[in-house]
């Protein structure tokens, strides 16, 4: 089976998701939208071009495979650390009708 077609179509999956998150982090100015748009876009954008690079190549490669694990895992959890800091020294949205974290330190 020639796996050409789905892996140009994964990889054009990815640039579009790449080209969606710089677009994004630079028209929107609020710091948590630009952080969902790190984890959730680029994300999509990095695994689908490295899938679509598993697929041009023909193998089966135990370190793509391993980074988008890596990848997959890493990459929220690091862009929900960097919200809980921001909001923890007041760089959050102004104007929230319900915080739940409102006075809980932990």
Do not use: Q
Not at 22 to 37: C, P
Not at 87 to 96: D, H, M, R, T, V
Not at 100 to 105: I, L, N, T
Request: with cysteine; aromatic share 12%.
């Amino acid at each position: 089976m020639n796996w050409s077609i789905p892996g140009y179509l994964l990889l054009v999956l990815g640039i579009f998701f790449t080209l969606a998150t710089a677009i994004g982090m630079a028209r929107f100015e609020e710091l948590f939208i630009k952080l969902h748009l790190g984890s959730k876009c680029l994300t999509a954008g990095a695994l689908s071009v490295l899938f679509g690079v598993m697929f041009l190549e023909a193998v089966v490669s135990g370190k793509i495979i391993l980074l988008a694990v890596f990848l997959a895992l890493s990459n929220p959890v690091a862009s929900h650390a960097l919200a809980r800091a921001a909001y923890k020294n007041a760089e959050g949205p102004e104007g929230l009708y319900i915080d739940e974290y409102r006075g809980k330190d932990s």
